[in-house]
């Protein structure tokens, strides 16, 4: 396994639509090793390839209090169960020490292929089915601050800005 670079805000490459995976093989079940390593080696929930710059559609999380929960995605999609919506905090491992209130679906029904290339579906509510629509988002080159009005999403890619300069620098 290997820990992968997390593309940060406002790198382009985080832009990306990710295309299908075509077939689960070898490669693909290395990718999501990868990706679980680098996800929970930064501490975070999920990761989706498009964030280390692998622009398939997979993803990977794991919401669970101790990190014993790994789920695998795979040309993942959902669908939302009714049209209730709640705010979460959300932060991103693209864009670290940031955090903001964003609406998503109570409930969403998950079909996704899973590590093995089998298919399945889950039906998920609370922190899952928010997660599952953020990195979803991450698929479709979309980022939790494109929920933000353009005067926040600016100030944050300014403070991204500098913070990379300053990591630069360093």
């Known amino acids: 396994?290997?820990?992968?670079?997390?593309?940060?805000?406002?790198?382009e490459r985080l832009r990306t639509k990710?295309?299908?995976v075509e077939k689960v093989d070898d490669e693909v079940?290395?990718?999501v090793d990868d990706m679980l390593e680098t996800m929970y080696d930064a501490s975070g929930i999920g990761l989706a390839a498009t964030q280390v710059d692998v622009h398939r559609r997979v993803v990977v999380m794991d919401v669970s209090d101790d990190g014993s929960e790994p789920l695998v995605l795979i040309n993942p999609s959902y669908t939302p169960?009714?049209?209730?919506?709640?705010?979460l905090s959300e932060g991103c491992l693209?864009?670290?020490e940031y955090y903001a209130e964003v609406p998503r679906y109570l409930k969403v029904k998950l079909n996704a292929l899973d590590r093995n290339?089998?298919?399945y579906e889950l039906e998920a509510d609370g922190l899952l089915a928010h997660c599952i629509q953020h990195e979803l988002d991450h698929l479709e080159g979309v980022l939790f601050v494109d929920y933000l009005s353009s005067l926040k999403r600016n100030r944050v890619a300014k403070k991204m800005q500098k913070r990379h300069k300053q990591t630069q620098g360093a």
């Open 1 to 11: 396994m290997a820990k992968l670079v997390i593309l940060e805000f406002p790198d």
């Open 94 to 96: 693209s864009i670290p």
């Open 18 to 20: 990710a295309v299908e």
């Open 81 to 87: 169960i009714g049209d209730d919506k709640d705010f």
């Open 117 to 119: 290339g089998d298919a």
């Open 29 to 31: 079940r290395q990718l």
